[in-house]
């Protein structure tokens, strides 16, 4: 007949989920001068980041890419993916009542350069390791 082919689908799921979670768990128990809003605009970052880091990671898995390249890709992916994902749904609210659009460039950097995006960076690493673990690799 023919090989079962693997399932591998479900690691973007895994990742997003563990993202949010720790996303919102950081926000919460870190930094608790924040709002509950902001730990779940946090924790739903958190989940897009996640899922956005494991899909294209695991596309550059798929192409045959080995660990040790995965993982800084892994690491910049994650602060990359967190910073757009969490500055900006905690910004939507600010954007929506604004006649105005306009980037706080400031911020941004000031978030970018901040320890809230640590932990994304060891998840963007890790997630590098998750998605190579779970995805065979191309047989020669």
Excluded at 62 to 72: F, I, Q, S, T, V
Excluded at 76 to 97: D, F, M, P, R, T
Excluded at 101 to 121: G, N, T
Aim: glycine fraction near 14%; avoid cysteine; hydrophobic fraction near 55%.
């Amino acid at each position: 007949m023919g090989e079962a082919k693997p399932k591998t689908g479900w690691y973007r799921t895994g990742s997003a989920f563990l993202w949010a979670g720790s996303q919102l768990g950081v926000e919460w128990f870190l930094f608790p001068e924040g709002t509950l809003g902001g730990a779940v605009a946090a924790g739903v970052g958190g989940f897009i980041a996640g899922w956005v880091a494991a899909a294209l990671l695991g596309t550059l898995a798929k192409w045959g890419l080995g660990a040790k390249p995965l993982l800084p890709i892994g690491l910049v992916l994650g602060v990359v993916a967190a910073s757009g994902a969490v500055y900006g749904l905690s910004s939507i609210l600010s954007w929506w009542a604004a006649k105005k659009v306009e980037i706080d460039w400031e911020k941004l950097q000031a978030f970018v350069m901040s320890w809230r995006v640590a932990p994304a960076a060891v998840l963007g690493a890790l997630t590098a390791l998750y998605v190579r673990a779970r995805i065979p690799r191309k047989k020669k």
